[in-house]
Structure formats: structure tokens, C-alpha cells
């Protein structure tokens, strides 16, 4: 290997525990260029950061998660882009949409914004929305 490519592969990096990561964290954590990011955005539909009232990109740790695994393919698994979209597409079409008990019967997913009986709660939801508020407006400050 060139030592190029020792740089493309190498243990998966640590997400830090955030709400959103501007496209410049994204890249260092994944260890590529932003421009990459945003051709990728270009190429895989699953890869949709979201902007900021000032048309900054935020991603979630779904996307670093996404755009790591993409890197994988492309640079470790040496997929082709159309190669890559299409098993991301497969794999998510095969994934069962929530998970089933022991007996085959689906389990209720239970998050924090609904109490057990499904209905929505409102103090997490408002707690949540803050928690996310509050993030933002860190990042843009």
C-alpha cells in the first residue's frame, strides 16, 4: 500500500456525543475533504444534512454515521458510487422497520417523547425541542 492509502483505512473514529456537526467536523472526523461531503450529498439521497438560517449544513449523527459507512465502501471496499448507493438502498429496504419479539410479533418501540400508552407527552417533546434550540444557536454563536 502507498501511504496514500494507509491514510483512507484505519479504525473507525470516536462520534463525539452532539446534536449536529458542521461539515468541516464531519470531514476531520471522517478524514476526508468538505467538497466531498458535498458531492456525496449529490450522489447518495440518504445524505441530506440540514441548513441553518445561514445555509450552514448541519449534520446529525445519522449522517456522520452514513457518511462513514460510505467511506468504507468507497475507499476500503473499493465499491463504485452506483455500487455503493445501491447497497445502502438494499440494505435499508431489508431492514425491518422496528424490532420483533422473540415470538414474531413486533415490539412497540417506546421513545421518550411518548408515555406507554403512545399517546405524546409534552414536557420531552418541549425538552427536547430546547435541548436541539440550544444546540444550534451554539453552533451559530
Not at 456525496?40 to 445561514?54: Q, V
Not at 463504485?80 to 420483533?100: C, D, M, S, Y
Request: glycine letters at 8%; proline letters at 7%.
Amino acid at each position: 500500500m502507498s501511504g496514500h492509502e494507509d491514510m483512507l483505512v484505519g479504525p473507525e473514529p470516536e462520534i463525539p456525543d452532539k446534536l449536529y456537526f458542521r461539515i468541516g467536523d464531519v470531514a476531520r472526523l471522517a478524514g476526508i475533504k468538505p467538497y466531498v461531503l458535498r458531492f456525496w450529498e449529490t450522489e447518495f439521497p440518504g445524505l441530506g444534512p440540514k441548513k441553518s438560517g445561514t445555509g450552514q449544513r448541519l449534520y446529525r449523527r445519522k449522517d456522520v454515521e452514513l457518511v462513514l459507512e460510505i467511506k468504507r465502501l468507497l475507499y476500503e471496499k473499493r465499491f463504485t458510487i452506483e455500487g455503493a448507493r445501491k447497497f445502502l438502498e438494499t440494505r435499508v429496504k431489508t431492514e425491518p422497520a422496528q424490532p420483533t419479539a422473540k415470538n414474531g410479533k413486533r415490539k412497540k418501540v417506546q421513545t421518550d417523547l411518548f408515555g406507554s400508552d403512545g399517546a405524546p407527552t409534552l414536557v420531552p417533546i418541549f425538552e427536547k425541542v430546547r435541548e436541539e434550540l440550544r444546540a444550534i444557536a451554539k453552533i451559530l454563536s
